[in-house]
């Protein structure tokens, strides 16, 4: 059922998931699917959540299990889980996984279905997912971020870019805050995509964006520390921003099969 999703044909416009798969209150809008413009094959789903919608109840409603590390979690923490988990369910229909229930491993990672390679993301009130065939041979990471506040960009600048990092993204007609912010997102994508293939934690200054588009549409990222003989020093990512008010999302997808990293755009 996979392969079958893999020759659908590509959309133009974001598709609705099917209303059997969705929420029925105002909790969690629909999420919205569409394919990535770069890679067809890869899907990107989309969806805003209410907490003040948001009640333990909506467990039993949609038949999820209430997990018991959650017990001691405040509601937000709660509302987040169970968004995300909506969201993986619906999603993972399109690829022929009915009531599936996301879990992690002992890294915090999450655990998707045999021949599924995705990636979660989700703020205060948003839920980015990334979900690909493993037979595409990439690994997708995604992250969505707040726009950092200007007081909290200066205070962090130093943790997350270097000197040259600054100037690429000044250079980038972009308010710095929303500039850092999108720096920050693309390395926690970048991690997010290589995780899974080598299980090694990474530091900001371990990658670094060597070039970006105006606007922030297209980044260059380059590794600075060796991971494998396919992925050493200097290999190249390529990762794309979506602004919207008051956040962004961020994704990078890596190609698992090539050696040759992905040059810039």
């Known amino acids: 059922m996979r392969s079958d999703w893999l020759n659908r044909p590509a959309q133009s416009e974001p598709a609705i998931l099917s209303g059997a798969t969705l929420p029925k209150d105002r909790f969690l ?9 770069e890679h067809p094959d ?14 333990d109840q909506l467990f039993t409603d949609y038949r999820l299990p209430f997990p018991a590390h959650l017990n001691k979690a405040v509601a937000k923490r709660r509302a987040e889980y169970l968004a995300s988990r909506l969201c993986v369910r619906a999603a993972l229909r399109q690829f022929g996984f009915d009531d599936f229930l996301l879990t992690n491993d002992a890294d915090r990672a999450p655990v998707w279905p045999e021949g599924i390679a995705g990636s979660l993301s989700h703020t205060r009130a948003c839920i980015s997912l990334l979900l690909a065939d493993k037979v595409t ?7 969505c971020e ?15 870019i270097n000197e040259r990092e600054h100037g690429i993204l000044q250079s980038s007609g ?12 693309l390395k926690e994508s970048l991690y997010k995509a290589l ?23 297209n980044v260059t990222l380059r590794l600075n520390r060796a991971l494998s003989p396919g992925f050493p020093v200097g290999t190249l990512f390529t990762g794309r921003v979506a602004l ?3 956040q962004l999302t961020s994704w990078v997808i890596v190609t698992q099969a090539a050696n040759t990293p992905t040059g810039p755009y």
Not at 137 to 143: H, I, R, S
């Open 29 to 37: 809008a629909a999420p919205v699917s569409s394919r990535l413009a």
């Open 42 to 55: 890869v899907l990107l789903v989309q969806a805003r959540y209410d907490l003040a919608y948001y009640s």
């Open 137 to 143: 041979g990439k690994q997708p990471g995604v992250d």
């Open 146 to 160: 707040e726009i950092m506040r200007p007081e909290a960009a200066e205070e962090m600048r130093e943790m997350i």
């Open 174 to 185: 972009v308010p710095f805050a929303t500039a850092l912010t999108a720096a920050f997102s």
């Open 195 to 217: 995780f899974p293939l080598f299980r090694q934690f990474m530091h900001f200054n371990e990658a670094e964006i060597i070039a970006c588009r105006a606007g922030l549409t």
């Open 244 to 246: 919207a008010e008051g």
